[in-house]
């Protein structure tokens, strides 16, 4: 290995058989063109990742990231003999910046009844953003007054963290949430539920509902118990009009029709 | 009748030039005064300088350019064959005009015409053993037709050659060629009279040794000690002088004694460390004398030659890729280019018209033994010594003289 004998060139091949994250580069000056030099025959470059990663048994960063047509930075190893490269970085141009990080575009998130409108409001070179080939967007904002944090998914399903901490999710498509033990979920104001199709909750257990007033407020049925006539009119329990009281020890209490 | 001839002598049988448009041919032998034509294992092509002493108007009238074709055929008297060169001229130099303007003498300087192609560059990629790379640079950028003359090596590389001449491309070849055979993996990349010669000095050396046959030089002209005594005075050193002896300081200084090969796999993060030790070395590799002893003693080598040397050589390599087995060879080679290095005699003799760069000869080198008369044969630098550069002089008279003046190595010492 003799002398440092450095190179610009751009990715053309990212399909690294050993999957190490080597890249095809041509070498502007060095590798010629096409017909002197095919993709195939460009020497593999191998990639360095910042002290963040430790690249070690599974930890660390994945080495990918760069696209084909990347302009990187780097050096040969191997000196003047130019066989083995070695990419330290890539170097952004004109339009390489994406909108989000320089404020001059949000993202277009076609906003539903109640949700929030964005407070996106960055200024350059505040708003750390990771946005892949995809779409999908991390933003890590530190625009002074308008800090956030934005983790948004092609399809439109987001959640984004405002400057007061105020947390907007969104999920476009549908929502699970799997606790394998117990959850403890405190609210120190309000809650609003609001569902445009059915609610359903199935309890193995016992459900515990205490309040200082309990409001059911739905359809034309009242309560009553399995077994129970629908409206007997004997003044037992169950009555339609609700004006008898759901006694204690009811295993099933079905509410409206 | 038939003509007798002395050492020295040669016939220059051809010698003309072509204007850069080949439209014009001119056979000046009478304009004339000498030539010298160089070869050197160092370098790629041939070089040689024509001195004219012009009375006939060739350097205006031709006119002498600097970009002509230029064949000269010459032949020692008595050899089987005729070596015939051919330039190409890039200067007119040394003009000088003679005061009454009678006449003006030139300097005419060229290269073998491969020289200028080697002005473009060398952007290609190619697949294989280096030894099948070499002759496809050759004649694909250098455009020649003459033949290569190769040591095989071994390793499949790929090899996608930066902005490189074709020239600096094939010594990026040299320099990755490991051997088949020969551990140093000494590769030279030179032209000669037969041609352009990819070899490892250890190649040359067995070859030469193998093919010395009449070559046996004596600085006594009164020895008889070979069996070529009724060809001594054609094989008489003229001269010699000893331009470089073995420095132990230096080789040591320069690893030739010992050095160190680290590798880094890029794939496995693998560094391995091996100690290359010449003593080791030197029972490995083809020298030119049979026996040849190590230029140190063991004693020596036990002393200050077993040690870590400083000279190191880190490659990186990848697994991932085909052994190249540039590791197993970067120590020796080295190695082995102090020890060429530290033992060099130039010698200067009749001319011989086959003799070549790359050639072995034999030179018997007298002791200084304070007598007059007949000396006694030195033996330890007496021996085999291979041809690294050659110069052939040739002075055009009515008798035209031919003398060389060579450098050679030798390696090792006999006793």
Redesign the interface.
Known sequence: MEGFNWFIGKVEDRDDPAQLGRLKIRAFGIHGNENEAPTDMLPWAHVMLPITSASLRHVGTAPVGIQVGSTVFGFFMDGNQTLLPVVIGVLPGEGDVTPLATGQQIINKDQQTFEPVSAYNAKYPFNKVFQSESGHVVELDDTPNFERIHVYHKAGTYTEIDQDGNRVNRIVGNDYEIVDRNQTVYIKGNVKVVVDGDYELSVTGNIKINGKTINLNSGTMGAARIGDAADSGDGGSGHADGSNKIEAGSSTVFIGD | MKPTYEPGDVQVKRFDLISPDLKARAVPLDQLAGFDVWEDITKPTLYACFYFVDSVGLLDKFPVLGQEEVNVEFQTPGMPRSVLYKFKSFEVANVIRSPNDKSVTFTLKCVSVEHFYNAA?T???Y?GVVSDIVPQIVSKHLHSKKQVIIDPTRGLQ???F??LSPIQAID?CR??AVSVKYPTSSYVFYENQSGFVFKTVEGLIESGVASIGSRVFNADQNSTSDKYSDRLAYRTILSYENIARVDVNEMLDKGAYGGVVKTFD??TKQFTHTEQQTSDMFHKITTTDKGAQFPSSANFIEKFGRHNGRHQH?????T??PDNFIDSAVAMRHSFSVLLNNNTTRVLIHGDSGLKVGDVVTLNLPAATGLTGRTEKQPLVSGNYLITRLRHIINISTKSKHQISFDAVKVGFTK
């Open positions: 560059a952007q290609q990629s697949k790929t090899i996608t930066p902005t990026m320099q990755r890029l794939f880190l490659v990186p390599k990848t991932l890729e």
